[in-house]
T-cell receptor, first 114, second 114 residues
Framework: DTEVTQTPKHLVMGMTNKKSLKCEQH?????MYWYKQKAKKPPELMFV???????INESVPSRFSPECPNSSLLNLHLHALQPEDSALYLC?????????????FGPGTRLTVL | AQSVTQLDSQVPVFEEAPVELRCNYS??????LFWYVQYPNQGLQLLLK??????LVKGINGFEAEFNKSQTSFHLRKPSVHISDTAEYFC????????????FGKGTRLLVKP
């Protein structure tokens, strides 16, 4: 299984809502990533988990809260978002002990904040 | 520090014509290079990668790329494009021994016209 799955596919939320994005992989990868992608732009790294511990936080606002409950799952909890947070949120995974860090991407969650 | 430059933001081409999408990188150490494709409203799919060995790399969907160390380039080519190749193409670089560092170029939109 070389697939990264993400749910939901689309999400519309108000600025006072709390929601979560979910990502799952069964490739045995121990590094998992959240990216944010605005239209016509490359993905921007938000968070990296390595062995279920947060390794990188790219100065992301606290209204985004990541969680890695086990080696296959990655969540992104959303609270009090702003309209400018509307974007495609991509999850990726890779091996940790690989020197070349090939990343496998999920299909993304299209988030709209009203 | 690493960087990736995709020289063209958009490349229009007629169906069945050849195409080249340009990518240049800068890095002080050895690198691994990747091309990803993103179809509308989808995640990123790996087209091909250069890790070591032969400088001509063949990927999926008839694409190939050539690693040129002296020119620090990794241009993507296809001898005959199809309408279905219309998508956004991202070049990316991963530095050796830099953990999770993975830098994307700004992307090139390939627009195949009938």
């Amino acid at each position: 299984d070389t697939e990264v799955t993400q749910t939901p596919k689309h999400l519309v939320m108000g600025m006072t809502n709390k929601k979560s994005l979910k990502c799952e992989q069964h490739m045995g990868h121990r590094a998992m990533y959240w990216y944010k992608q605005k239209a016509k732009k490359p993905p921007e790294l938000m968070f990296v988990y390595s062995y279920e511990k947060l390794s990188i936080n790219e100065s992301v606002p606290s209204r985004f809260s990541p969680e890695c409950p086990n080696s296959s799952l990655l969540n992104l909890h959303l609270h009090a978002l702003q309209p400018e947070d509307s974007a495609l949120y991509l999850c990726a995974s890779s091996q940790v002990d690989s020197s070349y860090n090939e990343q496998f991407f999920g299909p993304g969650t299209r988030l709209t904040v009203l | 520090a690493q960087s990736v430059t995709q020289l063209d933001s958009q490349v229009p081409v007629f169906e069945e014509a050849p195409v080249e999408l340009r990518c240049n990188y800068s890095s002080s150490v050895s690198v691994y290079l990747f091309w990803y494709v993103q179809y509308p409203n989808q995640g990123l799919q790996l087209l091909l990668k250069y890790l070591s060995g032969s400088t001509l790399v063949k990927g999926i969907n008839g694409f190939e790329a050539e690693f040129n160390k002296s020119q620090t380039s990794f241009h993507l080519r296809k001898p005959s494009v199809h309408i279905s190749d219309t998508a956004e193409y991202f070049c990316a670089v991963s530095d050796t021994g830099q953990g999770f560092s993975f830098i994307f170029g700004k992307g090139t939109r390939l627009l195949v016209k009938p």
